[in-house]
């Protein structure tokens, strides 16, 4: 059974703090928010829509996750997979999706040559699962577009930006006000110890990401954090499923798929992909390959 903590609530959005990490591996990696701040033009556009080339040139391997998304190019997009990045690297092809489906030109003074900034993870699990699982563009934007309505029908205001209506980044960015209840209970819970979250929303187990080591998680929980309140908005009108608050049924839950024999990928030059397609969960590991242990498991209800 999972280390879980006893669940912590604002309003529709409930998490259980994991504290035993997914391996015993020390090795620091640098995530894409961190890096993209220290380095400019991390990122290069290649006019491919599905595909991004990015450098490392510093000493410490960069871990992005699947669902990052960077603002900026000719369009903003979602990295399509996790991927490892080693130090100096040299320019590496990595798979991303589209999420702003109306622009393919420079937007104000940013560069459309490069990206500036990663600081929001796609929010729905219908999103992440058009990306990770059935990998297809057009079912990306119809995921955003949903997104946006449901969002805009929970706020009662049109979430979309006039300067690009398409733009989840941007939809993001002008619903900042909307995130104050669930940071202000959520922002300081995790304690140093723990390596991953489970979420519920209005009550009904949604998504859990669990990782190598705390140091890991404590990077990229604010993302993870504002991304799980931003599908709580969305939802808001949605009737509540009880409170499941049974720490070893979360447990359980967090196992559920892993009967089901998984589908391997490899992508050049460290990543390693499995992942396990049940009926009432998406089940994906990632591990560096230079180790032995999963790096992130990340497990979407369905």
């Known amino acids: 059974m999972k280390t879980l903590t006893q669940p912590v ?17 020390s090795t620091e990696y640098t995530v894409l928010e961190e890096a993209m701040e220290k380095q400019a033009g991390l990122l290069h556009e290649t006019g491919d829509v599905n595909e991004l080339l990015i450098e490392n040139p510093g000493e410490i391997d960069l871990f992005i996750q699947a669902g990052d998304i960077v603002k900026g190019g000719r369009q903003d997009r979602t990295l399509g997979a996790d991927f490892i990045v080693p130090a100096k690297s040299g320019k590496v092809p990595v798979p991303v999706f589209c999420v702003e489906a109306s622009r393919w030109h420079k937007r104000r003074s940013e560069s459309d040559v490069f990206f500036s900034k990663s600081s929001e993870f796609t929010a729905s699990k219908k999103l992440r699962a ?19 309505q449901k969002m805009s029908a929970a706020l009662g205001e049109d979430v ?5 209506p398409s733009s989840l980044q941007l939809s993001y960015e002008k619903q900042e006000g909307a ?4 940071l202000r209970i959520f922002e300081t819970v995790p304690s140093a110890e723990a390596a991953g979250v489970v979420w519920a929303i209005n009550g009904k187990l949604s998504h859990a990401d669990i990782y190598s080591n705390p140091a890991l998680f404590k990077k990229v929980w604010k993302k993870l954090l504002r991304a799980a309140a931003f599908e709580a908005i969305g939802e808001q009108s949605q009737p509540a499923n009880g409170q499941p608050r049974d720490i070893a049924e979360v447990s359980a839950w967090l196992d559920e798929s892993l009967t089901v024999a998984p589908e391997v990928e490899n992508l050049p030059p460290r990543t390693h992909l499995s992942t396990r397609r049940a009926k009432s969960q998406l089940r994906f590991e990632t591990r560096d390959t230079a180790f032995v242990e999963p790096i992130h498991l990340s497990i979407l209800a369905q």
Request: proline share 2%; hydrophobic share 40%.
């Open 130 to 148: 058009a990306v990770r699982s059935s990998k297809n563009q057009g079912m990306v934007w119809e995921s955003v577009k949903e997104e946006q």
């Open 160 to 164: 979309a930006s006039a300067e690009s």
């Open 9 to 25: 609530t604002a309003r529709n959005l409930t998490a259980w703090f994991i504290s035993v990490p997914l391996g015993k591996e």
């Open 179 to 182: 995130l104050e209840d669930y």
